[in-house]
C-alpha cells in the first residue's frame, strides 16, 4: 500500500517546547500537590471574600454603565458603533455578575448579549425588551438581589430568557431573515 | 509529589475592565504570585509582555485597540514578539464554541471562561506549568498542539513530519529565542 504523505499546506512541524519545560523545572517544586492546591485555592477564596466588600458598589457602576450604554444607542440610534457599547457593556456584566454576587443578572445580560447579537436585522431590536432586560439589572442592583435563592429575581431572568428565546425564533422565521 | 512555586511566576493580566483585573490580581495573589503586571488593552498587553517577560499572560478578548485573540496572534509571530512560547489563557464571558476554537487556533494555551472561580483558575495555570505541550507550525499555525488526545483510530494523512518530542527542526524555522 502506498504511503500517504502531507502536502505543504497542511504538513506540520513538531517543536520542543523548551520554555515550557524551563517554566516546569523553575515552578514545580517538591510538596503534596493536592494539599497545596487546597490552600492555594483556599487562600483564594477568603481574599475573594475580603474583596467582596466593594461587589455592590462595582456592580452599581457597572448597571450605571449598562443604563448610560442603553441611553446613548436610545437618543443616537442604533448603529454598530452604539450597539457595540451597548453590548460590550452588557458583556462584561455577563463576565462578572455572578463573581460580584449577582448570578440572575450574570443570565440576564446573557440574555440581552444573544438578543443583539444574534438578531438578524438590527434595525428591528425590540426596544421594549430592550428596556426590559437593562432595568431588570438596574432593579436586581437596587434591590441587592444578589446569591441564586431569590424567587423573583429567577423569574425574571427565566421570563427575560424565554422572551427573547422566542422573539428570535421569529425573527428568524422571517422570510429575509439572514 | 510537586507543587506550583506561584512566587516564582510573573503574570501579565491584560483586561479593558478595571473591576475583572482587580479579581484576578486579587486571586492571584493569594495563589502566592508577588509580580503581576496589568494592561487594559491590547497595545498595552503586547507592550508588558515585551517590558516584563512574564512566565504566563492572562488575557481577555475583547479589548480596546486590539483583542485579545490578536494579542495572542502577535505574540505568537515570532517576527513580532520575543516571547512566541509565552503560554496564555484567554479569559472571557464568550462561551460559544467559535470563540473558543478562534482562541485555540490563534495559538491559545488555555480556555477559561467567565465568572472566573479560584479553582479553575488555579487548575489552568497548573496544567500551564505542570503539562508544558509541544509547539507545532505549520503554514498557517504556529502554537501549543492543538490535540489533547491520540486517536489511535485515526486512518488519515499523517501530517506531523516529526513525532512529539522529537524536536525536528523546519530548515525554514526562524532563530525564535535566544
Known amino acids: 500500500m502506498q504511503e500517504q504523505l502531507p502536502d505543504a499546506d497542511t504538513a506540520s512541524t513538531c517543536q520542543l517546547n523548551e520554555a515550557g519545560i524551563k517554566l516546569r523545572d523553575k515552578c514545580l517544586k517538591p510538596g503534596v500537590e493536592n494539599e497545596a492546591a487546597q490552600q492555594a485555592i483556599a487562600n483564594a477564596e477568603k481574599a475573594l471574600d475580603k474583596l467582596s466588600v466593594n461587589f455592590d458598589d462595582w456592580m452599581a457602576t457597572e448597571s450605571k454603565n449598562l443604563t448610560a450604554a442603553r441611553d446613548a444607542a436610545r437618543a443616537a440610534g442604533f448603529s454598530p458603533d452604539t450597539l457595540g457599547v451597548l453590548f460590550q457593556a452588557a458583556h462584561n456584566l455577563k463576565g462578572q455578575a455572578s463573581t460580584l454576587g449577582y448570578p440572575f443578572a450574570d443570565e440576564i445580560c446573557a440574555s440581552l448579549c444573544r438578543l443583539i447579537d444574534k438578531i438578524p436585522d438590527k434595525s428591528r431590536l425590540p426596544l421594549v425588551l430592550l428596556d426590559q432586560h437593562v432595568d431588570a439589572v438596574r432593579a436586581l442592583v437596587a434591590e441587592a438581589a444578589k446569591g441564586t435563592d431569590n424567587p423573583k429575581a429567577s423569574v425574571l431572568a427565566r421570563r427575560l430568557q424565554n422572551v427573547t428565546s422566542d422573539f428570535l425564533a421569529q425573527e428568524f422565521a422571517r422570510p429575509h431573515a439572514a | ?178
Open chain 2, 1 to 178: 509529589m510537586t507543587k506550583i512555586a506561584f512566587d516564582e511566576l510573573r503574570f501579565v493580566v491584560a483586561d479593558d475592565n478595571a473591576h475583572m483585573r482587580r479579581i484576578v490580581r486579587t486571586l492571584l495573589r493569594a495563589f502566592g504570585s508577588r509580580e503581576i503586571y496589568e494592561a487594559e488593552d491590547g497595545a498595552s498587553g503586547l507592550e508588558a509582555v515585551e517590558a516584563f517577560s512574564p512566565d504566563i499572560l492572562i488575557t481577555d478578548i475583547t479589548m480596546p485597540i486590539f483583542d485579545g485573540i490578536e494579542l495572542t496572534r502577535m505574540i505568537r509571530n515570532p517576527d513580532g514578539c520575543r516571547h512566541p512560547f509565552l503560554p496564555i489563557v484567554v479569559l472571557s464571558a464568550y462561551s460559544e464554541k467559535k470563540h473558543v476554537i478562534a482562541a485555540r487556533d490563534a495559538g491559545a494555551t488555555e480556555f477559561l471562561c467567565k465568572p472566573v472561580s479560584a479553582t479553575a483558575l488555579y487548575r489552568r495555570i497548573q496544567n500551564v506549568v505542570a503539562n508544558p505541550r509541544d509547539f507545532i507550525r505549520t503554514k498557517s499555525y504556529f502554537g501549543p498542539d492543538r490535540r489533547r488526545y491520540v486517536n489511535p483510530n485515526y486512518s488519515g494523512v499523517d501530517r506531523r513530519i516529526a513525532a512529539p518530542g522529537e524536536n525536528i527542526v523546519d530548515p525554514n524555522q526562524v532563530q525564535l529565542e535566544a
